[in-house]
């Protein structure tokens, strides 16, 4: 498997459809009566409507499907065109689809499977800005994408800070480019301020800002079906070591870019205790940063039977928990 998407292929865009649809199998089979799907945020009605649509469980989860491969198709072709992982591929592809199906609640529409399409938007702009003489209009545009997903879902403000550590990684320091990344930011709330003003509930406009002081979760609570992440760890560890020995081989821009990355794996994880309530929907958010560092793995990989067999594993491990 891994050695067809390590090379471009038409046919693997057949084989991945196949793929997304065999690690979903089990979701399938065991589908619930019910599955309402809402977007909760009080001001998520700009985008779409806050009441429950109508789709049948199927459905959902199909469509869910259906948006995680148009992703993974992009967010392929993002990657190759700058490069990243040094020859064209589509593992970043069969990647991304492969950890986008590691739990169940991955498999059906949900915010942070909507904010993804900003998220891999927003990667694209990233690793365009380093070759950039001036990146004003792409910090705006990026600070624009971050306050828009986080009307969507709360938790993807983690994306601002995400946006200075761009600067930092990829600029020398010039104070336009910052202050447009609060400009792009503060553009898109003063326009559901002045909403807020207009139906006399411009009191009500803190309430945006509650879940920034909900407090640190000390606790988790572990169940079997974490297991499926054993396998996922230890190809993330595996990539480092991989990194470790070719980092500083690589042309400047694909080391920063995969700093970057890291900071957007980091960020994604620890913004759940914006809102821990959205419980593990909200790790979605981390599929398309980890996919890159598991495709340079595997990319790099030399024994054969081996990387063929962990990714054999990963994949049986997560159609296992869901049948089980």
């Known amino acids: 498997m891994i050695s067809l998407f390590r090379r471009l292929s038409p ?9 997304a649809i065999l690690l979903r199998i089990g979701v399938f089979f ?21 009441e429950p649509l109508t789709f049948s469980p199927f459905v959902n989860v199909a469509i869910a499907a259906i948006l995680v491969l148009i992703q993974a198709f992009i967010f392929n072709a993002v990657i190759n065109e700058f490069n990243l992982l040094g020859k064209p591929t589509q ?57 828009i997903g986080s009307l969507i879902y709360f938790p993807f403000i983690a994306m601002m800070p995400l ?71 230890i190809i993330l560890l595996l990539s480092v070591f991989s990194l470790q020995q070719n980092f500083f081989r690589s042309f400047v821009h694909v080391r920063k870019s995969l700093q970057l990355l890291f900071f957007m794996l980091v960020l994604a994880l620890v913004s759940f205790y914006i809102k821990p309530e959205s419980r593990l929907p909200h790790f979605i958010l ?21 990387y063929e067999s962990l990714y054999l594993i990963l994949a049986g491990t997560i159609i296992y928990f869901q049948i089980a």
């Open 286 to 306: 981390g599929v398309a940063p980890a996919s890159v560092f598991m495709a340079y793995y595997f990319l790099n990989a030399k024994v054969r039977w081996f």
């Open 163 to 233: 946006i200075w550590l761009s600067l930092l990684i990829f600029r020398p320091f010039n104070w336009r480019e910052w202050t447009a990344t609060l400009i792009g930011f503060a553009t898109i709330y003063f326009f559901l301020a002045v909403y807020y003003y207009w139906n006399d509930s411009l009191d009500k406009f803190y309430t945006i800002w509650l879940p920034l002081a909900n407090p640190f979760v000390a606790s988790f609570t572990i169940t079997y079906g974490y297991i499926v992440l054993v396998p996922v760890i």
């Open 91 to 147: 593992l970043p592809a069969l990647m991304y689809v492969t950890v986008s199906a590691l739990f169940a609640p991955f498999l059906i529409i949900t915010p942070p499977l909507i904010c993804n399409f900003l998220l891999i938007w927003m990667i694209s702009k990233f690793l365009s800005i380093y070759r950039r003489n001036d990146a004003l209009p792409v910090m705006f545009d990026l600070s624009m994408m971050a306050a």
């Open 30 to 50: 065991k589908l619930p009566e019910t599955l309402p799907l809402s977007f909760a945020e009080p001001f998520s009605w700009l985008l779409m409507s806050t």
């Open 11 to 19: 046919a693997n865009v057949v084989i991945l459809i196949v793929v």
